[in-house]
């Protein structure tokens, strides 16, 4: 059992937008930033947003993050078929000093 | 150009030994904390334990505290994750993984693929 909490899966239609939520609790993320990644098929995860929102050199502006308490969420807006994947949340649990992350998101683009 | 290039696949039986490794090249490779995360078959990321490659300073995940050994040579830099007494359990794949921050895993190996069978 993954300790933040993500949908097991979302999907929508080419060209729309969809959210995937995050949610945890004031050791993890209430007090650090989130950060999110995408795992292609086959592939190794890929840093998608880190610090909440801010996205690293080469990612679209398609792909947003947002954090409010203890939860957030990454937002896609023109739904691409090459976007489906699986989406992990992360931070940083103060408590424990490790790592965590949500269960993950299987995305279909319909 | 940053990179973590991992060792190849394994297939070991249970209880016996094992050592992969994690080479990083293209930035400087003391400077930043080297992490390991497993994802076994059809499931989610777990994060294991870290280190810093500077001074060797290393955390567990209390999940993995005593089940692996991180570890790293600054002289060739190179990290490494082991295991003395493998279990079919441990059967997945392992990724290394560069933290900028709290948590920003910028960069991630190619995984390595672990698998324990009799």
Do not use: H
């Amino acid at each position: 059992q993954s300790v933040l909490t993500q949908p097991p899966s979302v999907s929508a239609a080419p060209g729309q937008r969809v959210t995937i939520s995050c949610s945890g609790s004031s050791s993890d993320i209430g007090n650090n930033y989130v950060s999110w990644y995408q795992q292609l098929p086959g592939t190794a995860p890929k840093l998608l947003i880190f610090d909440n929102n801010k996205r690293p050199s080469g990612i679209p502006d398609r792909f947003s993050g947002s954090k409010s308490g203890t939860s957030a969420t990454l937002g896609i807006t023109g739904l691409q078929t090459g976007d489906e994947a699986d989406y992990y949340c992360g931070t940083w649990n103060s408590s424990l000093s490790v790592g965590v992350f949500g269960g993950g998101t299987k995305l279909t683009v319909l | 150009e940053v990179q973590l290039v991992q060792s190849g696949a394994e297939v070991k039986k249970p209880g016996e030994s094992l050592k992969i490794s994690c080479k990083g090249s293209g930035y400087f490779f003391t400077s930043y904390w080297i992490g390991w995360v497993r994802q076994m078959p059809e499931k989610g990321l777990e994060w294991m334990g870290i280190i810093y490659p500077g001074d060797s300073d290393t955390t567990y995940s209390p999940s993995f505290e005593g089940q692996v050994t991180i570890s790293a040579d600054k002289s060739i830099s190179t990290a490494y994750l082991q295991w003395t007494s493998l279990k079919a359990s441990d059967t997945a794949i392992y990724y290394c993984v560069r933290r900028v921050t709290v948590l920003t895993l910028d960069y991630w190996g190619q995984g390595t693929l672990v698998t324990v069978s009799s």
